[in-house]
């Protein structure tokens, strides 16, 4: 098990220029998590999932790398990074780099030498194609809005832009391509990190005859030739047996589908270790029968050599705590009642920062202070087609990711203690924070440690597969097996108590392993669960 250390770890993911600055500029930085790694271990995680960290003219934060070995200046120096990493080494805590292989930064010099004539060595390592009647090739759809093919004037082709216009699609066809890419990797498996997230890795290969995309009656657009195609497994295989020519390194793939069906084709085998489950963590309801179904769905559906990952929040998503509470007096029990989920439920759990402590989503009033492409992107289409200002900073908030990107809160201070000058994105809720928590046994905080602890402690909980899944009346309950080790977990998606029959469970010999002294199983044929409320016992 030691090269599969992942099957047992509790990630964090860190979102880079929003954890800690260490330098003072406003902008999160190596120093500063460094100087966070205690802080982590008492969390009790095992692994920590870095956001892009390379050079970068930063359109979108990092997504956009001009140079793949480089470490940007905003979060300092190569010795920093290097520091960084034996400092988490030394507290037994695995690093692994997000890596975007898919595109490349339009200041990248293989984009400059690319794009400086037709005929250059690099032409055919993005994807050029001449204009269809004075128009782009096809309808292609950028995933932030707008086409995905930009005009270059001086060759008078257009390129491939998945994302953002400065986020250029590299040809994975081509083999150069391919071994640049390989070097990258070795260059940072080299420094010793643990492991990569690829980022869009399904994204690395288009449809080779472009045809349009269909469009929904809705007019909205049908991603299907831009991405999953023929051939990409191979690619994908290619380069996860290249990453395992050494041992014990973690891939984790952000496979941009919610379709269970479709993540399950990258994950297990020679392929990647696990992917991104989407198809639960996306959801934006918290509804206990959808969850439950793609619990199951996740059971069921993959096979053997197969896990799923668990999380709720990220740097693309709203946090879980503002999309399922909703600003009600209700977020933080069901801010509890996702924790327990995560930690108990069959799969990789990746917490995302600031969710330990219940940090809520930014909104803003003005487009300004907004620093998010997508956001922007969505005001400026949104004026363009000649919506009022209400309306449009109204999309920009809805699109925009930079709710969930706000600084770190660790104490009261002025800045929440992530900086001494105003950060590059404002707080989102000053008074929840680090140094209210910790030491608090009834906080969000502890009650994570708690979780993290007892997952830690039973392998039926990071190892062991269901005895039992169901749902019903709004309550999700499981049974982990491991080597005859039982654990039952029972949570309440009602916003009301409800009575649950331990009978059919429980015995003498149970123990309440959460909440601690609570319940007293032996003289309880129901347990009365609060709302919100879940237990887990040792049966
Ligand atoms: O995300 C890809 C992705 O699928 C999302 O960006 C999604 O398409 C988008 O948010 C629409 O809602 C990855 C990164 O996680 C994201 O931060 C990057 O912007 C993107 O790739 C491009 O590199
Ligand atoms: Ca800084």
């Given amino acids: 098990m030691e090269n599969q250390w992942w099957k047992k770890a509790v990630f964090y993911e860190i979102y880079v220029p929003s954890f800690c600055d260490g330098n003072g500029d406003g902008i999160g930085d190596f120093i500063g998590i460094t100087s966070k790694l205690d802080y982590l271990k008492e969390l009790g995680i095992d692994g920590i999932w870095l956001t892009p960290f390379y050079r970068s003219p930063k359109v979108d934060n990092g997504y956009d790398i001009s140079d793949y070995y480089a470490i940007d200046e905003d979060y300092g120096t190569m010795e920093d990074f290097e520091r960084f990493l034996l400092e988490a080494h030394k507290r037994d805590i695995k690093v692994i780099a997000d890596l975007v292989l898919n595109h490349t930064s339009s200041e990248h010099p293989w984009f400059q030498q690319s794009k400086s004539a037709k005929n250059s060595p690099k032409r055919d390592w993005y994807i050029w194609k001449d204009p269809v009647d004075s128009r782009p090739p096809n309808n292609w759809e950028s995933f932030f809005g707008g086409s995905a093919w930009e005009y270059d004037d001086k060759t008078g082709q257009y390129y491939y832009h998945a994302f953002a216009k400065s986020q250029v699609d590299l040809n994975w066809k081509n083999e150069e391509v391919k071994q640049a890419m390989f070097s990258v990797m070795e260059f940072w498996l080299q ?65 941009g589908s919610e379709e269970l069906h479709i993540l399950k084709k990258y994950c297990g085998g020679s392929l ?165 928590q910790k030491g608090d046994p009834k906080s969000l905080f502890s009650h994570y440690q708690n979780l993290i602890r007892l997952r830690k402690q039973f392998p039926a909980l990071y190892d062991g597969r269901y005895r039992l899944l169901e749902e019903k009346d709004r309550v999700i309950y499981y049974i982990r097996e491991k080597d005859g080790e039982q654990i039952l977990v029972v949570l309440n998606f009602n916003d009301k108590p409800i009575a649950f029959p331990m009978k059919d469970f429980a015995s003498k010999t149970s123990t309440v392993l959460y909440p601690e002294n609570k319940y007293e199983i032996e003289n309880e044929p129901t347990i009365n669960l609060k709302p919100y409320e879940s237990v887990v016992i040792r049966l």
């Avoid at 469009?215 to 047996?241: M, P, S, W």
């Avoid at 809805?398 to 990107?405: I, N």
Wanted: with cysteine; charged share 30%; glycine share 8%.
């Fill in 272 to 436: 990647l270790d696990v992917v991104f489950n989407f198809n639960l963590g996306s959801k934006k309801e918290l509804d206990s029968k959808q969850f439950f179904s793609e619990l199951k769905k996740m059971d069921e559906e993959y096979e053997n050599d197969q896990i799923p990952t668990l999380f709720f929040s990220s740097h693309d998503m709203p946090r879980h705590i503002s999309r399922f509470g909703k600003g009600t007096a209700d977020q933080e029990k069901i801010a509890k009642l996702i924790a327990v989920l995560l930690m108990t439920a069959k799969g990789v759990p990746f917490i995302y920062y600031g969710d330990e402590i219940g940090m809520i989503d930014l909104h803003f009033d003005n487009v300004k202070n907004m620093r998010d492409v997508q956001g922007l992107t969505a005001y400026e289409l949104a004026k363009e087609a000649g919506k009022g200002e209400e309306e449009a900073i109204r999309i920009a908030n809805e699109e925009g990711r930079d709710k969930s990107r706000s600084p770190m809160q660790w104490d009261d201070s002025i800045y929440a203690g992530f900086s001494d000058v105003k950060p590059w994105l404002p707080v989102s809720s000053p008074s929840v924070n680090v140094k209210r």
């Fill in 191 to 255: 420094k010793g990190v643990d492991g990569f997230r690829l980022d869009v890795i399904n994204f690395l290969k288009t449809s080779d005859d472009f045809p349009d995309n269909p469009i929904d009656e809705k007019g909205k657009q049908n991603h299907v030739y831009d991405k999953d195609q023929e051939g990409i497994l191979k690619t994908i295989e290619q380069i996860c047996t290249n990453v395992r020519n050494k041992p014990g390194k973690f891939l984790v793939g952000e496979v």
